[in-house]
């Protein structure tokens, strides 16, 4: 029997490298970043025939089409590395080849059409019950047993996923709040969240798109111009923004998350610290693997432990000690819910 794992977490916590790791496993379908490419249009209320369901599935995200048009794409965007016939200035790229397609083949535009053809015929269904058909789908075209979806700054979307797929098991990435606030503040599309939080805040509006435009025109200069079409890259990628404020967001994130997980039951989630993987990464692989419900493949553990870059752990300790501690006491909250819920017991006796 299929399983079905979402690998949830703030993002900047060794996801992407997972992703790889993952999709490596000859039994396992990786479906990297599918939920925020889709974001939460993907499932809406009620029934939807084949044709309504592929455009979800195909209509270019907004935002992310809005970061490659003005110079702020984030890393992770693989399709515009190797472009095929879609692109932002033209037709636009579909939401499901941006990230979900190329890390599956090198002919994503190939396996678009595929998909397409198969999927518009199917008939009225929930979402859930789409979804589900396109995991099957897929499977069965690639000959996997299993599915991982993995998705950064994803941990908000537990509920949703939880009442989408009741049997779904959840695997909880986090990394120490320092490192992952330091590298949040690196990042193209955690500083971009920053400064629409920021937006939000001083408008009081709950979405971006709830906003007037009186409220838009109210904003200073160096936030107002990030909700056109058009806006300077500079005010993204350039500006000063405070290091201790994206530990707040990974405190909020994880705070939040930890709840929401509290409410999967016991035996369908699981958590994986970053700094365990580098610290043991064939143990931590295993453990995933049994929890997945794949076999740990002794050269797939060979394959994913010479993917962990053990460089990338204790960046934060190189920040100045106020700036360093500062950080700490921003992360507090999130760490006492880590505290909270306790990694899984280690069986080589060291806790």
């Known amino acids: 029997m299929r399983t079905l794992t979402f690998i949830v977490g703030t993002g900047r916590s060794g996801s992407t490298a997972l992703s790889g790791i993952v999709h490596a496993h000859p039994d396992v379908l990786s479906l990297n970043e599918l939920l925020s490419s889709v974001q ?80 518009r015929g199917w008939p009225d269904r929930t979402a859930a019950g789409h979804h589900e058909a396109l995991f099957n789908l897929l499977c069965t075209r690639f000959g996997r047993t299993a ?61 971006v798109e709830d906003l007037t435009e009186d409220q838009i025109r ?36 994880v705070v939040q998350g930890v709840a929401h997980l509290s409410d999967v039951p016991a035996a369908l989630r699981t958590t994986l610290a970053y700094e365990d993987l580098l610290d043991d990464p064939r143990k931590e692989l295993s453990r995933l693997a049994a929890f997945i419900g794949v076999e740990p ?22 920040l100045p000690a106020a700036e360093l501690a500062a950080l700490r006491e921003s992360c507090a909250p999130g760490a006492e819910a880590l505290a909270d819920n306790p990694r899984p017991a280690r069986t080589d006796g060291s806790g």
């Not at 990230?99 to 090198?106: I, R």
């Not at 107002?224 to 990974?250: I, K, M, N, Q």
């Open 218 to 253: 109210a904003l200073p200069p160096e936030l107002s111009p990030l909700l056109t079409e058009h806006f300077d890259s500079a005010l993204v990628l350039d500006r000063e923004l405070p290091l201790d404020g994206f530990a707040a967001l990974w405190s909020e994130l």
């Open 297 to 318: 493949l002794p050269q797939w553990l060979d394959t994913g432990a010479a993917r962990l870059d053990s460089s990338r752990r204790g960046a934060s300790r190189r």
């Open 40 to 119: 939460s249009r993907g499932f809406p209320e009620g029934r939807l025939d084949g044709g309504e369901f592929w455009r979800l599935l195909a209509d270019p995200n907004p935002q992310f089409e809005r970061m490659i048009r003005n110079g702020v794409p984030m890393p992770e965007f693989l399709y515009t590395r190797r472009p095929g016939r879609f692109a932002t200035e033209t037709t636009g790229i579909p939401a499901l080849s941006l990230m979900v397609l190329p890390h599956l083949t090198d002919d994503p535009d190939g396996l678009f059409d595929e998909l397409e053809k198969q999927v």
């Open 147 to 207: 599915v991982v979806e993995r998705s950064g700054y994803s941990l908000h979307r537990v509920p949703l996923l939880r009442k989408a797929f009741p049997q779904a098991r959840f695997v909880h990435l986090y990394r120490g709040g320092p490192d992952c606030a330091l590298s949040m503040s690196r990042h193209t599309g955690y500083r971009l969240i920053y400064l629409l939080r920021e937006i939000l805040a001083r408008t009081g509006a709950e979405r």
